[in-house]
């Protein structure tokens, strides 16, 4: 396994997949997610970005930041678009149009993921076509400017569902796109966060390699909408996992894998504190949204634990 | 000389793709476009094409993966209907802006609501403005011969955009016809293979592909497509002339009948010229000068070929099988535009027929025909043929 410095060289230079140069906000955790997760790949890589910040961020016109093929066509079709440049792979290989081996990612933001290409994603899954699919999420879009998506957590306030005199923020709860993942029997889902390179970098080698599709959601705060100083993006995604709002886990052939166990988990408002979406939940009388709050986060992690425990196979 | 086969407007694209046989073909199944899929599947299933077919989750997801096996460099093919086209608009507008030479087979149907799946225009006629080209195709047979066109046509280095080759659900899709099937190594000579030169999957050179345009380049990109779209003319006679060498036949902008020395010209798109024709010929029989014009390249649209063929019309009718509520109806618009620089213009009448499949009948054609001898017209109002009062 690389060090962070043998990672840390993969992704600069002059063989780095994406270049600096892009238009992220200062501080964004994209960055390094994609850096990590193209270095991690042994092949050429192919990218298909969904609509959303990275897209927009990196490929303004004349400029680009991808050293790599990369397309985008709209919001919610990522999976669909590689899952057609993966046909097209099998069948010019076939006809001995071209050679070598590629990797093929498709990557979109929590909200191209969990919601409105929701049904791209598993059609592709589905049909187990060999590529691998990165969600980041930043819990909401962040693009079009901190709407809510199936992503954003509960009581978070977003601005197509504020926090108001009669209103908390979010009032259900973000849905399990890992399980739902999971719940195709492809080889290889896994949940990582900005802050663990490592981490993120062995689960893309996973997802590459695995022998069918595989799916990485891995989570980016965003200094913009969750405004937080742009210096502490690895620090609020730190407290996401020693809180267990996070958690770091894989499941690998159906079999589930904690990877990370905090000892001592923090509490949620450890987490919270400092993000404008949660400021309302520290006015006194809101008390009672952060301890719902961290019971359903205790209770996700008891079950989560019970079910790598139980060892069966998802 | 081909071999003759009794077989459907269906079967006949699903013929034309077999020949072809692309390296990705993406589908999602829709009535009445259904059996062009089910056939190639067979095909596919029968080691008869070497295609990589992905049966996808929805129209969406097909035209999707179409535009992603294209960009890679396969040669990539679909077909849909109706509601199938509207699911997957967002990707059909986005692919000539991608300059992908995709060629669909469009099966007419009815747009909901009231859900219907019988012939009319109005799915084509929803997508003409975004920039594909648009091939018509009265019966079975043109629809083998323009499927062929198309594949050409799109993939010519001066074009670079998609088309649609579309044909009248179940009138055309599902009727039995007798078909020439030409000769399959010819076939496979004059459609060539897709050159690889922009593809993706060519990981040495490096494209982003379909980035943010903002207002500094957007509209010259646009004008490009444009400016693409007006090569098609002069490539479609080309690819018409070579295809000419193995059929034998013409293939012009649009056909006309009995025209030359016409006092009265209906126009009318697919199927409907078949019924057409036969009204013209009865109308003939009784001494009654009228002619046919049958549109056949409806985008980008022949308006100084158009003129040139009509210019001595005194009358001229204007069939369609959709409408543009509140406005003129689509292929009526696109004769009085053709025709607007005349000098002399002649009178028109503009009729909707058939919406929801019903039928047009031979005698509703002559009908049409006696009416626009009559000089009885109305240019500021659209007339209805077999609309029940
Ligand atoms: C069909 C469609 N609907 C809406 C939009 C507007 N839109 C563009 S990006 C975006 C949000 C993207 O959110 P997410 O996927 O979470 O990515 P992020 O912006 O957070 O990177 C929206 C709503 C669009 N481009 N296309
Ligand atoms: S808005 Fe958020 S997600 Fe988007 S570039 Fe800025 S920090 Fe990154
Ligand atoms: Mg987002």
Redesign the interface.
């Given at each position: 396994m690389p060090t962070l410095q043998e990672i840390a060289l993969k992704t600069s230079g002059a063989d780095a997949r994406i270049v600096s140069g892009h238009r992220m906000c200062s501080g964004c955790g994209i960055g390094s997610i994609i850096k990590t997760v193209l270095a991690a790949s042994d092949k050429?890589v192919?990218v298909?970005s969904a609509t959303g910040c990275l897209?927009?961020v990196t490929?303004?016109?004349?400029f680009?930041a991808?050293?790599?093929?990369?397309?985008?066509?709209?919001f919610?079709?990522a999976?669909?678009?590689?899952?057609?440049?993966?046909?097209?792979?099998?069948?010019?290989k076939?006809?001995g149009?071209?050679e070598?081996d590629?990797n093929i990612l498709a990557v979109a933001g929590d909200g191209g993921t969990y919601d409105i290409g929701f049904?791209?994603l598993?059609?592709?899954l589905?049909?187990r076509h060999k590529f691998m699919y990165l969600a980041y999420d930043n819990e909401g879009y962040m693009n079009t400017g901190n709407q809510r998506s199936g992503a954003t957590p509960f009581g978070a306030s977003t601005t197509t569902v504020p926090a108001g005199k009669i209103s908390l923020g979010k009032p259900q709860w973000r849905k399990n796109l890992v399980e739902i993942v999971a719940a195709h029997r492809i080889p290889y889902v896994a949940q990582a966060a900005v802050n663990n390179t490592i981490d993120l970098y062995k689960k893309a080698q996973k997802g590459f390699n695995a022998d069918g599709p595989a799916v990485l959601v891995v989570l980016q705060p965003c200094t913009s909408n969750w405004s937080f100083d742009s210096s502490l993006t690895i620090q609020y995604s730190k407290l996401a996992i020693e809180t267990n709002f996070w958690p770091l886990y894989e499941i690998e052939n159906g079999v589930v894998h904690v990877n990370t166990k905090p000892s001592n988990r923090k509490p949620i408002e450890d987490f919270l504190k400092g993000q404008s979406r949660f400021r309302h939940l520290f006015k006194p009388g809101n008390e009672h949204v952060i301890v719902e709050m961290q019971k359903m986060i205790d209770d996700e992690w008891a079950r989560l634990l019970k079910l790598e425990e139980s060892g069966i196979q998802l | 000389m081909g071999v003759r086969k009794a077989i459907t407007g269906a079967q006949a694209a699903a013929e034309a793709m077999r020949q072809i046989n692309p390296d990705v073909v993406v589908a999602y199944p829709i009535t009445p476009q259904t059996p062009i899929v089910e056939e190639f599947a067979k095909y596919v299933a029968d080691g008869v094409v070497d295609t990589e077919m992905v049966p996808v989750e929805s129209e969406h997801s097909a035209m999707s993966a179409a535009v992603g096996a294209e960009t890679a460099g396969a040669r990539a093919m679909s077909a849909t209907s109706s509601q199938g086209l509207a699911l997957m608009w967002e990707v059909v507008a986005a692919t000539p802006g991608l300059r992908l030479p995709i060629v669909v087979s469009l099966v007419n149907r009815a747009l909901s609501a009231p859900i219907n799946i019988h012939c009319d225009h109005s799915d084509v006629m929803g997508v003409t403005t975004v920039g594909w080209v648009q091939i018509f195709s009265e019966n079975a047979q043109e629809v083998y011969e323009n499927t062929l066109l198309a594949v050409r046509v799109a993939e010519d280095s001066r074009v670079q955009l998609p088309v649609m080759v579309n044909q009248d659900g179940f009138i055309t899709s599902h009727a039995v016809e007798p078909v020439e099937i030409f000769d399959d190594a010819l076939v496979e000579k004059f459609v060539g293979v897709r050159s690889l030169d922009r593809a993706l999957l060519d990981v040495e050179h490096a494209k982003s592909v379909g980035p943010l345009v903002l207002p500094d380049h957007y509209f010259e990109f646009k004008r490009a497509q444009e400016e693409a779209m007006s090569k098609v003319f002069e490539v479609y006679r080309e690819v018409g002339t070579e295809l000419s060498a193995i059929t034998g036949k013409q293939y012009p902008f649009f056909e006309t009948y009995h025209t030359d020395d016409a006092e009265a010209v209906v126009v009318v798109l697919n199927s409907a010229a078949g019924t057409a024709k036969a009204a013209v010929d009865a109308m003939r029989a009784q001494g009654k000068r009228v002619g046919l014009l049958k549109p056949i390249l409806f985008r980008p649209f022949p308006y100084a070929e158009i003129r040139e063929a009509l210019k001595d019309i005194p009358v001229i009718g204007v069939l369609d099988r959709s409408m543009d509520f509140g406005a003129c109806a689509p292929v009526y618009s696109e004769f009085r535009n053709a025709l607007w620089a005349l000098g002399k213009r002649p009178a028109m009448q503009s009729y909707i027929y058939g919406l929801g499949g019903r039928d047009i009948m031979t005698t509703e054609i002559e009908a049409v025909f006696e009416e626009l001898l009559s000089g009885k017209l109305d240019a500021e109002h659209q007339r209805y043929i077999g609309l029940r009062g």
């Open positions: 050429p192919i298909i897209e927009v490929t303004i016109y004349p680009t991808w050293n790599t093929p990369w397309m985008h066509v709209t919610e079709n999976a669909s678009v590689a899952a057609g440049v993966e046909a097209a792979y099998k069948a010019l076939r006809r149009k071209i070598g590629v049904q791209a598993s059609g592709a589905e049909r | -």
